[in-house]
């Protein structure tokens, strides 16, 4: 009995993690080819920088959505019809020769980044609260990794072709789409699963979003999560332009030679962001176990105090790196750029696996919802700082803007938030009674 329930979650795990990974590949696989796309149209760097930030224009809303989705209708239905969607007009964008159209069509394509919540749920609803931060970690660290496959090897395949690379990826969107809705089950139970449909109402909606631990995870998501998806799209056209000069040095030359230069060194972050992520809900799962809690200003007797500590230290070091960054660009040194990329990649992966290490936890019967809201509003971060950093005068100088005037301020939110020994989500900006199992 206990070994069929741990295969069909395994089963499951699996399923979702692989849906996760090809929406995460059409998502960037935009900003893969925007130096073929730049070149084609005769872009500018504003317009680069707009380029990269539409990529989530509709994460924000579209994964608050996709949420509440999960929980109503069960994740295969919500994760199918995303992923049918956004194949459909991937296709469509293969054969698209205006601009214009062209840029709308990918930016209803990187709707594909809202199916996260939905697998969030979907594996919270199959793992018990002990082992939630690696069975999350694998899921998500997994599925990340498409952006840096994506940018690794897609200009390697297909050249400067993207139209192929775009019709390919929809044709695979749509077998995954079928095999999700054929063996995909909600929850490893109908108990579960009714207990997230019938607190899939707007009371509960309310309740989640206006309480401060909620904002702080969100704004510590944004941190991490939204730091990764900004720099994902951002990064080819920074090494390509920040470092145009060092990249022909090493004999990248022509469009197709920057683009795969560039696409290879903006790899490295996504690609350590993702691979870490399991260690890193891994480590959340460590510190709960083994009870630390090192910071002076965060809980320390909450049933899960250990895990929010892990987050602090996260958000700490993510702060840390952004300033570093600024400093190797500075320098002029692109090894040295390469490394810090590393070393923030893997602080990311932190703050990402102990995010989501807490949400299932704090909110057990809103697991779509909550994942909604904390991985939804968080990626207007990806959004914001892509714009911030092609507005700076110094292509390098926009990190360290960001560290400065965003991330000390939310870090120092999260620090305040955390700060409740007595059920810390309770505390919100109003109060909302706690919606009734139906409504």
């Not at 395994?10 to 073929?36: G, N, R």
């Not at 224009?57 to 929980?71: L, Q, V």
């Not at 070091?317 to 660009?329: D, K, Q, S």
């Not at 040194?333 to 807490?358: E, K, N, R, Y």
Request: glycine share 12%; aromatic share 14%.
């Amino acid at each position: 009995m206990q070994q069929a329930k741990d295969t069909h979650k395994v089963e499951q795990l699996v399923i979702a993690t692989v849906a996760f990974f090809w929406c995460f590949l059409m998502w960037f696989s935009t900003a893969a080819f925007s130096p073929s796309i730049a070149a084609h149209y005769h872009l500018g760097i504003k317009e680069l920088g707009l380029l990269a930030s539409s990529a989530m224009w509709m994460a924000p809303g579209g994964r608050m959505a996709a949420g509440w989705a999960a929980d109503r209708f069960g994740a295969p239905r919500a994760f199918a019809l995303v992923l049918a969607a956004c194949g459909v007009v991937s296709i469509a964008s293969a054969f698209t020769t205006s601009y214009p159209l062209l840029f709308a069509e990918r930016v209803v394509v990187a709707a594909a980044g809202v199916s996260f919540v939905i697998g969030i749920q979907h594996v919270a609803q199959w793992f018990e609260p002990h082992e939630i931060g690696t069975a999350e970690g694998l899921y998500a660290g997994t599925g990340n990794a498409g952006a840096g496959v994506g940018a690794l090897l897609l200009p390697r395949i297909f050249g400067t072709s993207y139209q192929s690379a775009y019709l390919w990826m929809g044709v695979v969107a749509l077998a995954i789409a079928g095999w999700y809705l054929i063996r995909g089950r909600a929850a490893q139970s109908v108990a579960r699963q009714q207990t997230a449909r019938g607190r899939s109402g707007w009371k509960s909606a309310a309740f989640v979003w206006s309480r401060y631990v909620a904002i702080a995870l969100m704004l510590a998501y944004a941190m991490s999560f939204g730091l990764e998806i900004a720099l994902n799209a951002w990064l080819p056209g920074y090494f390509a332009r920040g470092f145009h000069a060092e990249v022909v040095a090493l004999g990248f030359t022509g469009v197709a030679g920057m683009q795969i230069a560039a696409g290879t060194f903006a790899a490295v972050q996504s690609f350590t962001a993702s691979l870490f992520r399991p260690f890193a809900g891994y480590m959340s799962d460590l510190f709960q176990r083994r009870g630390w809690t090192p910071l002076p200003f965060i809980a320390r007797t909450l049933p899960y105090a250990p895990r929010l500590h892990w987050l602090g230290i996260a958000l700490v070091l993510i702060t840390l790196a952004m300033g570093g960054l600024t400093a190797a660009g500075l320098s002029g040194s692109l090894h040295a750029s390469v490394a810090t990329l590393v070393a923030l990649g893997i602080f990311i992966s932190f703050g990402t696996g102990g995010t989501f290490a807490l949400v299932p936890l704090l909110f057990p019967d809103r697991p779509g919802i909550a994942a909604g809201f904390v991985g939804g509003l968080s990626t207007a971060g990806g959004i914001v700082y892509p714009l911030i950093f092609a507005a700076q005068s110094n292509i390098h100088g926009g990190y360290l803007r960001v560290a400065l005037a965003l991330f000390i301020p939310f870090v120092l939110f999260y620090f305040w938030a955390a700060r409740h020994e007595r059920h810390p989500e309770e505390h919100g900006v109003f109060f909302v009674p706690q919606a009734a199992p139906a409504e």
